[in-house]
């Protein structure tokens, strides 16, 4: 379940829109306090504990500004840092570190507080096969990031959007009029359309995942909202004929748990939706 959405092009264009929104037709501050010519450093300092993402976007970010920064990466994406690490230093026109500062740093405090987040989930899993994945439960237009940042601290990308998978939740299921209805009609239309999109059920009870069997052609079926007997059983009726995902409210603590019921996914929408951002400061030295 990995895409290919980190293109130069995508992170060029949100780089872009994050600028227009932010400078608008100017650094006014920058522009009207600081001589044009100036030429100053700035250093990345580190003020919480975790994993650090966004050094590299942090780049991007500075060299879109000025393409004349020079920008010195002191640790790489995933490390763990503590209080005090140095991540980056930037030097040159100092109106252009100013104007950059503030949407590098909105980057990599996000970034980081989910690598972080996602990091601890990923060592609850440890001696399994499950992997944890994100969901779309996203900030609108910081998703790319977001997913990034998912990936730095070790966890593995769902769909990125509606539109590189077909997901038929319990709304979807219920609208279809059951299971084997929304499944079929899903066939129908992947036929129809020459798509060639994986299919993906949630379940919420095991005459559901028994249903979502029956059926057929069904990729992943979703254990949503399960308890761990139930999630347990499940894993034995499937038995092997597809992908299994855990889902539903799961929190650290029961990550391992759910784990050993053998099942191949957990997913956690709080990786991206109840994190903490971490603390970091760029300073002029």
Known sequence: ????????????????????????????????AIPAHTQRKARLIIKGEG???????????????????KVNIL??????????????????????????????????????GIATLTHQAVQQTKGTKTKILDTR????????????????????????GLFDMIMLKDNHVDYAGGIREA??????????????????????N????????????????MLDNMNVAEMTEAVQLINGQCEIEASGG??????????????DYISLGALTHSFKSMDISLKAF
């Open 183 to 204: 499944v079929t009609a899903t066939k129908n239309y992947l036929q129809s359309t020459g798509r060639k999109l994986r299919i993906e059920v949630e379940t919420r």
């Open 75 to 112: 640790l790489k994406d995933g490390d763990s840092v503590k209080y005090g690490d140095i991540g980056l230093t930037v030097e040159g026109n100092a109106r252009s570190i100013l104007t950059a500062e503030r949407l590098v740093l909105n980057c990599m405090q996000r970034m980081s």
């Open 1 to 32: 379940m990995k895409y290919n959405y980190l293109t130069p092009e995508a992170i060029d264009q949100f780089i872009e829109s994050a600028f227009r929104e932010d400078v608008g037709d100017g650094d006014h501050s920058s522009l009207s």
């Open 51 to 69: 994993v650090i993402a966004g050094l590299a976007m942090a780049e991007k970010i500075f060299h879109k500004a000025d393409k004349d920064l």
């Open 250 to 263: 799961i929190t650290i603590d029961q990550i391992a748990e759910v784990a050993a019921t053998g099942v």
């Open 137 to 160: 439960k996203t900030t609108p237009n910081f998703r790319i990031m977001e997913k990034w940042a998912v990936q730095i601290g070790g966890g593995t990308n769902h769909r990125f």
């Open 206 to 221: 095991l005459r559901e995942v028994q249903e979502a069997l029956a059926v057929g052609s069904v990729d992943v079926i």
